[in-house]
């Protein structure tokens, strides 16, 4: 059986859009995902370790541990062997306490790649292969997170782009959420239960034709 990391933020957690209550791991896209690949005939176990408010590198003013890069090596090791890591980050880089565009967002996710690889994994375990998962564009933010978001849907415009070179220059594997999904229109930010579902399933099939090829 393989194991498989999705290293994520609040999109991939499953936070109900303009609430603080949980989709099911069966409802999240994780939890789709796992479903997908084991269908498939692929044996796989996803293990997440997705934060709310998580940026790639930088730092929340307000709340400690949102720095994406810290730790993360210590996340490879704990987890290792893993045959897949799924990172879908960049969402919190554009919070209005940030001034980032999309470049600079996309270097962030670059670093942690870079991590991913580093990683004091245990001698002979494999280094694992890498999903980098460029998520739904950020809408126009509403509700109880519009302030902090205020300004992000012009800031992020870019980021697919930015971060498919990202995935092209180190050599990772790539998947354009948009391609499939958008954020909710309900706050802007956030993904419903319709859209982790067709998200898991998309992913599960654009991985189990890695894992076939």
Known sequence: MDQMLVY???????????????????????????????????????????????????????????????????????????????????????????DNNAWLSAQGVARLVQIMRQAPIEPGMPVPDILLIAPPLIGQPKGAIAGKFAGADRRCQGLVEALREVAREQATGFFDANRVIRASPVDGIHLDAAAHRVLGEAIATEVAAMLNG
Do not use: Y
């Open 8 to 98: 994520a933020d609040s999109l991939s957690w499953g936070i109900i859009p303009d609430t603080r209550l949980r989709l099911t791991f069966t409802e999240r896209w994780p939890g789709v995902f796992e479903q997908g690949l084991n269908a498939r005939g692929h044996p796989t176990r996803v293990i997440e370790n997705c934060l709310n408010g998580r940026r790639s590198v930088w730092e929340d003013p307000f709340k400690a541990g949102r720095n994406g890069s810290e730790g993360l090596a210590q996340v490879m090791e704990m987890h290792a062997p893993l045959r897949l890591v799924l990172l879908m980050l960049a969402t919190n880089d554009f919070q209005r306490s940030h």
